[in-house]
Structure formats: structure tokens, C-alpha cells
């Protein structure tokens, strides 16, 4: 992927991620912190699976370079 097609992919995760907050805080009070600790929160729950998923990958792929150098 070239870097324009990279800077489109954030901009639209960018959009969803604000769009999904508004639709959060629409029956909330309107103001600035509640928006953030809500971002905050989407973020933070988004984040735990990402970690986890690089956490498997990290040592899937260290197994296998081990069985690699023993072979």
C-alpha cells in the first residue's frame, strides 16, 4: 500500500471512531470530558484484542524460527 492509500485508511478509522463516540454521548451531558473518557474507553477495548492477537503472533513466530535454527 502506498502512503496516500495508508493516510485514507486513518482518516476513516479516525471518522468512525468520532462518529461512534457522538452516537455514545448523544443521550449523555454534552461536553468535552465525557467525549474523551468515552473515546478513551472505545480505544482502550479496541486496543486489548489488537494486543492480544500481537502477543500470539510474537510467539507463534518465535516457535517457528526456533524450530527453524534446530532443523
Known sequence: MSR???WIAVII???GLHFLC???IVSAVHNVPSYFHLLFNICLWMA???L??????MIISF???RKESEA
Open 48 to 50: 486489548k484484542p489488537l
Open 22 to 24: 457522538m452516537s455514545g
Open 13 to 15: 478509522i479516525a471518522v
Open 52 to 57: 492480544g492477537g500481537v502477543i500470539i503472533y
Open 4 to 6: 496516500r492509500d495508508w
Open 63 to 65: 516457535i517457528s524460527k
